[in-house]
């Protein structure tokens, strides 16, 4: 994952997902995943409930550290039936519950960034009043919206939206318009990018009590050829 912060440089983030939530993943060589990422400059960790496992086992890698030394980003939105069918859920009830869970799993006191996950624009824009409510209550620092199409760009103009992620890779990339209008580093990160996802913050959230968070791109360039 990669976040671009409006006039400031490309930051980089890890996504604790995929074969990181699944039982069949032994949990020794998650921590050992997520401690290289750590060591190696990472700051930033994405992950989401219905990863399986992954929020938890994140929470156990991160129980001792203070919750200001790592950004963590999360998602709501979106579960799996017992039968393994999707589903979506964007009511203030099921967002207040997911929180609460996720901040359970993560052993945090508050969520660094919630993310809606692929909710349609009559659903994001009903989520104004849970998302403000949270962020006063302070159990959410940001909140953001992971999907493509008219609710992404409809995101952009949300002014309780903070933060975009959507789809741009070597053959998708009809949202790089709505990603370049919201950071002129976003034009920089659409010539880079390749087979990944883009995170667009519309304004500046990684200075958090004088840090910044993330991994600079000359930093990951530099881990990439070496």
């Known amino acids: 994952m990669i976040s671009v912060l409006k006039n400031e440089n490309i930051r980089l983030g890890?996504?604790?997902s995929g074969a990181l939530g699944k039982p069949w993943f032994p949990e020794k060589q998650v921590r050992e995943v997520l401690h290289a990422a750590l060591k190696g400059g990472i700051t930033?960790?994405?992950?989401?409930?219905?990863?399986g496992e992954a929020?938890?086992?994140l929470g156990c890698v991160l129980k001792n550290m203070n919750d200001d030394a790592i950004f963590v980003s999360t998602k709501t939105g979106t579960s799996f039936t017992v039968s393994g069918s999707v589903k979506k859920d964007f009511s203030k009830a099921a967002i207040i519950t997911g929180v609460d869970a996720s901040l359970k799993r993560l052993g945090r006191e508050r969520l660094d960034l919630l993310y809606l996950h692929g909710p349609n624009s009559h659903e994001l824009a009903a989520c104004e009043t849970v998302l403000t409510h949270l962020k006063t209550q302070g159990k959410i620092r940001y909140a953001g919206i992971c999907g493509e199409g008219t609710p992404l760009e409809d995101a952009a103009s949300l002014a309780?939206?903070?933060v975009l992620m959507g789809r741009?890779?070597?053959i998708?990339?009809?949202h790089a318009p709505i990603f370049a209008k919201q950071s002129k580093m976003a034009r920089l990160l659409l010539r880079l990018l390749r087979l990944c996802r883009v995170c667009i913050r519309k304004n500046s959230f990684y200075q958090v009590h004088g840090r910044k968070?993330?991994?600079s791109l000359e930093r990951w360039q530099k881990t990439v050829h070496s």
């Open 14 to 16: 890890f996504g604790c």
């Open 168 to 170: 741009y890779n070597i």
């Open 55 to 57: 929020e938890r086992r």
């Open 44 to 51: 930033h960790i994405d992950t989401a409930g219905f990863y």
């Open 172 to 174: 998708h990339r009809e």
């Open 213 to 215: 968070f993330g991994i």
């Open 160 to 162: 309780f939206i903070d």
